[in-house]
């Protein structure tokens, strides 16, 4: 009788697992940054915000589809399996590859927007992720390179966030530990701040 009952609750619960909506989809886009190039396995700023969102009763699923030495046209050319997936919110950030190779703006541009107008042709949300470069770089390759973030989001009418580093870079001399080596890509501490700096931004456009 007893291994009857528990089949019976088997059962209820596997049906009722079938029966449960879907989680809404987010998908964080992007390059190296995104994917977590460098930090442990889990440490990525996607998985972090997927437990910040958890934590504050955002039912979503986040997926990383983040791949390391993209560029905004590499991006381009992955943007249909992510199409697919019909997400609900893309959370886009390419051109700092880009810019370190010093491609042409009005490419990175152009990509980036074909990118928003593909996505929200689709019905899909778009959170845009703005990039800066080192200063070597020169001031009107970098200004250009900035500019070009906030010209999409006011042309396109999608909400950014300016720089994915904005609260990491002021903190650095406080706490070192939050960039590798290289000075690039952020350690599992500084991916922590990262998604920090993209729930906030993120969370004022969704709903429980």
């Given at each position: 009788m007893?291994?009857?009952?528990?089949?019976?609750?088997?059962?209820i619960l596997a049906a009722?697992?079938?029966?449960?909506?879907?989680?809404?989809?987010?998908?964080?886009?992007?390059?190296?940054?995104?994917?977590?190039?460098?930090?442990p396995a889990g440490e990525s700023y996607p998985d972090d915000l997927r437990?910040?969102?958890?934590?504050?009763?955002y039912h979503y699923a986040v997926v990383?589809?983040?791949?390391?030495?993209?560029?905004?046209?590499?991006?381009?050319?992955?943007?249909?399996?992510?199409?697919?997936?019909?997400?609900?919110?893309?959370?886009?950030?390419?051109?700092?590859?880009?810019?370190?190779?010093?491609?042409?703006?009005?490419?990175?541009?152009?990509?980036?927007?074909?990118?928003?107008?593909?996505?929200?042709?689709?019905?899909?949300?778009?959170?845009?992720?703005?990039?800066?470069?080192?200063?070597?770089?020169?001031a009107d390759y970098i200004a250009s390179f900035q500019r070009l973030y906030r010209q999409l989001a006011r042309q396109d009418h999608v909400p950014l966030l300016p720089f994915l580093y904005q609260d990491l870079v002021p903190r650095l001399r406080q706490q070192p530990g939050l960039l590798q080596p290289d000075g690039i890509h952020a350690t599992a501490a500084g991916n922590r701040l990262v998604a920090a700096t993209v729930w906030r931004y993120l969370r004022p456009l969704l709903h429980h």
């Open positions: 007893r291994i009857v009952r528990w089949a019976v609750v088997a059962w009722a697992a079938l029966a449960a909506p879907p989680r809404p989809l987010i998908v964080a886009f992007g390059d190296s940054l995104t994917a977590g190039h460098g930090a437990r910040m969102m958890a934590r504050s009763g990383n589809a983040g791949v390391s030495g993209d560029t905004s046209t590499d991006g381009l050319a992955r943007l249909p399996p992510v199409l697919q997936r019909h997400p609900r919110w893309v959370i886009l950030e390419f051109g700092g590859n880009d810019g370190l190779r010093g491609l042409p703006v009005a490419t990175t541009r152009a990509n980036l927007q074909t990118m928003i107008v593909r996505l929200r042709a689709a019905h899909i949300s778009v959170l845009l992720v703005g990039m800066s470069l080192p200063p070597n770089y020169g």
